[in-house]
């Protein structure tokens, strides 16, 4: 290819800043630190001794805090809210329901849950009618492929993604806990589902809940014997918490790897045009496209080697699509044809470029609407073949970025297509929950 700026290679072209070093995480996040006692050489302090003294001191503090505050307002039983739970926690329980199922059991069952590494979740709510109906929404608002129980009243009623369990196996395990009370079905439900699911627990669970031992206080306040419980309690979460590290870690690198697959894509694209400026034709305004089009890909690299959260995605994917107009612009002008207006990419894969052309498109479940797409994916459709569509990683394989978790890839899609229009978009799909100004379908 020719040379795009003389002592410049052709894409490569600007160095690109180191990555930031991770922040530690900040110490006080974790609580008071132990004070250290001194051991004697070739003696082992005992642990109870060695925990007493400062664990007291902390829950006779915590104590203070939990008789000084007030109560909590009602939990909301809105769709919407139990989905935000079971995104941070497998089990909700609606609070009409916790004389029936204390948040011992609760937090009990959320172990096994977690335990197993399946994403089962459970919904216990009042009485009511319509569970076919909630499942599907509760699917819907979570964006998480997995088995779905709720426990309406006296009725269990569960489904779950084939992909994960299949239909007859949900079916058997509701049919051999029938009748029972809780929270023994949902036990039994759960040890049978969790033998057969497929995939793993959701990334998200633990990343807005706290770690639930907050009821424990109490009872550990009104005997120091259970001190020891309390500390055998804190290297349990202490676990948990380090596992959740590590699935937010490699949901991370999964992130990564599909910005950079963006960014092979936009530099295949650019490398295309074969654009040199000393070219015949090319002017000042040719040069300007080019130009704007390269600034594009270095702003995107440096941002992607800083990434440490999703949200940082953001601009990654915001700088790949103003990228892409520049290269449509110069494009047009080569060919000597209208400059095209400002469009979003096309919405089966924003690496195709700036969209051509509105189609009406609805994905599986959800309405028609109109979605911005390239020609070669506008003639795809005409043919009644499937577009050519962007996967990225996913517990279950690579499927439609449109169905991937909420949590982890709505900043991507919002930066490509706008926080306006992202949501309209992908209104009705598992995507739409983790986006802004989202309301349901």
């Known amino acids: 290819m020719n040379q795009i700026r003389p002592g410049r290679p052709a894409v490569a072209l600007r160095p690109v800043a180191p990555a930031p070093a991770r922040p530690p995480a900040a110490s006080a996040a974790r609580g008071p630190r132990i004070p250290v006692v001194p051991v004697p050489p070739g003696r082992r302090a005992p642990v109870g001794p060695r925990l007493l003294v400062p664990l007291l001191s902390l829950l006779l503090a915590l104590g203070a805090v939990l008789a000084a505050a007030p109560a909590a307002p009602a939990a909301d039983a809105g769709v919407r809210s139990v989905a935000r739970a079971l995104r941070a926690d497998p089990v909700y329980v609606d609070p009409a329901m916790r004389a029936q199922f204390s948040k011992a059991g609760e937090r009990a069952l959320e172990r096994r849950i977690e335990d197993g590494d399946r994403a089962v979740f459970i919904a216990v709510l009042p009485g009511g009618s319509g569970a076919g109906r909630l499942l599907d929404e509760l699917r819907r608002s979570t964006g998480i492929a997995g088995v779905y129980a709720v426990r309406l009243g006296d009725t269990l009623d569960a489904r779950a993604d084939a992909a994960v369990l299949p239909a007859e196996t949900v079916r058997r395990a509701v049919s051999a806990v029938r009748g029972r009370a809780l929270p023994r079905q949902l036990d ?254």
């Open 188 to 441: 039994a439900f759960v040890r049978l589902t969790l033998r057969s699911a497929r995939g793993a627990a959701p990334a998200s669970w633990g990343l807005t809940a706290g770690d639930g031992s907050g009821p424990l206080i109490p009872a550990l306040l009104v005997s120091g014997a259970l001190v020891l419980v309390l500390a055998g309690t804190w290297v349990v979460l202490r676990r948990r918490r380090n596992r959740r590290e590590r699935a937010r870690a490699d949901v991370l690198d999964r992130l990564r790897a599909a910005a950079e697959e963006d960014l092979a894509a936009f530099t295949a694209r650019l490398e295309g045009l074969d654009f040199h400026p000393a070219e015949p034709g090319a002017d000042d305004i040719r040069r300007a496209d080019h130009e704007r089009a390269l600034d594009a890909l270095d702003q995107a690299r440096s941002l992607l080697a800083a990434v440490l959260v999703p949200a940082d995605l953001r601009p990654v994917t915001r700088a790949l699509a103003e990228g892409g107009h520049s290269l449509a612009t110069l494009r047009a002008r080569r060919a000597g044809v209208p400059v095209p207006a400002r469009r979003p990419p096309c919405f089966f894969d924003p690496g195709h470029g700036p969209s051509a052309h509105d189609v009406i498109w609805a994905p599986p479940g959800a309405a028609p609407r109109p979605v911005p797409v390239c020609a070669a994916d506008a003639a795809l459709l005409r043919a009644g073949e499937a577009p050519a569509a962007r996967t990225v990683p996913a517990v279950l394989g690579r499927r439609p970025y449109w169905e991937a978790d909420p949590a982890w890839w709505g900043p991507w899609a919002v930066g490509w297509y706008g926080e306006d229009l992202a949501p309209a978009l992908l209104t009705g799909t598992p995507l739409a929950a983790g986006l802004p100004h989202h309301a349901p379908a």
